[in-house]
């Protein structure tokens, strides 16, 4: 009876640890869906900032409601001023919009049945959330959900594409024991020895599989690049420039324009909602709240209408300093009085040094002619010892 090759399980039942980590890769998806959740929801908490909210508000509970659930309820339970989650209650009118709203919290011992306007004000996110009361969705919930959700499954198959790099050589056996043997000799070297033996009979077994390395370096590379796109469209959304996360080389006119066009309809609006939400709630219970808006997202979506007014104001600024020597009548008349302070005393300056040197040069001169004088009668004197002709004065 001839024996029979071993089932693909067997094989991977007998396999070495290495094998098992190479084959067997434990990812978790819901851990890498929360940590980017969470990283995309702090970015977006600094998109306004609500300040002079009093101290009975948590501030970081009642974002989270507004950019979460799209909606923060402002009433007041007892004496303080409170921002909680709030579920719709009552009839809807026309257009779906529920008339009542009703608060419950563990802190409480009632449940609240409240009417906006009336006993509550209600903050929306945008201008969408009041006819939307859907489970626990709303404002930037489906844009933080949905770019956390391409991250996560984009950082598996990252992670697969990584872990795939370290694969260099494949083989093809025909039984199992020379699979084992070559599997022990792999996972020495894999270990780090510097050297394996095996039998030269399996050498001849064996046939080398071509592994695609580049194709998996590629891949690397591709999803970087696809992992760096989707943050980029998530900034671009809560108003981030799109070029200062990403090269635009790769995209065409149209998408480019698109994208500057994004942000500002959905910040905006954004911006809007919540400040409107935040003056009835200060007039309501007579608060000073105040929203600001991050300055770099201010910059970037009115960075072209500052510019603009900052190229304009030099000339607006030129204009009163053409009018002021007009209004200097008195200082034009006193500038007569100015030339005797003036320097044109030092203008002869030259004029006098000019003499000096021509004075200076007819002097040199006249040496000159007294030097060669005195040559000629030292040479003279040598020839007539006797001679007593007199010396010349000098002039």
Same mark, same amino acid.
């Given at each position: 009876m001839s024996k029979r090759n071993p089932t693909p399980e067997e094989w991977a039942a007998n396999s070495l640890p290495f094998e098992k980590a190479l084959s067997t890769i434990e990812l978790d998806y819901g851990f890498l869906y929360q940590h980017f959740f969470a990283q995309l929801f702090r970015t977006a908490l600094h998109i306004v900032e609500i300040r002079g909210a009093p101290e009975s508000i948590n501030y970081d509970f009642m974002m989270m409601c507004i950019i979460l659930l799209g909606r923060a309820a402002y009433f007041k339970p007892e004496q303080d001023l409170v921002a909680l989650n709030a579920a719709p209650a $009552?009839?809807?009118?026309?257009?779906?919009?529920?008339?009542?709203?009703?608060?419950?919290?563990?802190?409480?011992?009632?449940?609240?049945?409240?009417?906006?306007?009336?006993? =509550?004000? +209600?903050?929306? =996110?945008?201008?969408?959330?009041?006819?939307?009361?859907?489970? $626990?969705? $709303?404002?930037?919930?489906?844009?933080?959900?949905?770019?956390?959700?391409?991250?996560?499954?984009?950082?598996?198959?990252?992670?697969?594409?990584?872990?795939?790099?370290?694969?260099?050589?494949?083989?093809?056996?025909?039984?199992?024991? #020379?699979?084992?043997?070559?599997?022990?000799?792999?996972?020495?070297?894999?270990?780090?020895?510097?050297?394996?033996?095996?039998?030269?009979?399996?050498?001849?077994?064996?046939?080398?599989?071509?592994?695609?390395?580049d194709s998996s370096n590629q891949s690397l590379i591709q999803l970087l690049d696809v992992h760096k796109y989707i943050l980029s469209e998530y900034y671009a959304a809560i108003g981030l420039s799109e070029s200062q996360q990403m090269k635009k080389e790769r995209l065409i006119t149209a998408e480019v324009e698109d994208g500057a066009e994004l942000p500002l309809f959905n910040i905006q609006d954004m911006i809007d909602s919540?400040?409107?939400? +935040?003056?009835?709630? %200060?007039?309501?219970?007579? #608060?000073?709240?105040?929203?600001?808006? %991050?300055?770099?997202?201010?910059?970037n979506l009115y960075g072209d209408q500052s510019e603009e007014q900052d190229a304009a104001a030099p000339e607006l600024e030129e204009e009163p300093a053409e009018d002021e020597p007009e209004t200097s009548a008195d200082d034009q008349s006193e500038e007569p009085t100015e030339p005797a302070e003036e320097e044109p005393a030092e203008e002869p300056a030259p004029e006098d040094a000019a003499e000096v040197v021509a004075d200076a040069a007819e002097l040199i001169e006249d040496a000159a002619e007294i030097i060669e004088q005195a040559a000629d009668l030292i040479g003279g004197g040598d020839e007539d010892a006797g001679s007593e002709d007199p010396i010349p004065e000098s002039p």
């Open positions: $009552g009839k809807p009118d026309l257009y779906y919009i529920p008339d009542r709203i009703l608060v419950t919290n563990p802190r409480f011992n009632r449940s609240y049945n409240l009417q906006p306007g009336v006993d =509550c004000e +209600i903050v929306y =996110c945008t201008s969408m959330d009041p006819y939307y009361w859907g489970r $626990g969705s $709303g404002g930037m919930y489906s844009l933080i959900s949905t770019t956390a959700s391409l991250l996560a499954d984009n950082y598996l198959s990252l992670n697969v594409a990584q872990k795939n790099l370290r694969l260099t050589t494949g083989f093809a056996c025909d039984d199992q024991n #020379t699979y084992l043997s070559l599997e022990a000799a792999m996972q020495e070297a894999y270990d780090g020895k510097p050297f394996f033996i095996v039998q030269k009979s399996l050498v001849d077994q064996l046939e080398k599989l071509p592994v695609y390395a919540i400040t409107a939400g +935040i003056d009835r709630v %200060n007039l309501m219970f007579e #608060t000073e709240m105040q929203v600001v808006v %991050n300055p770099l997202i201010l910059r």
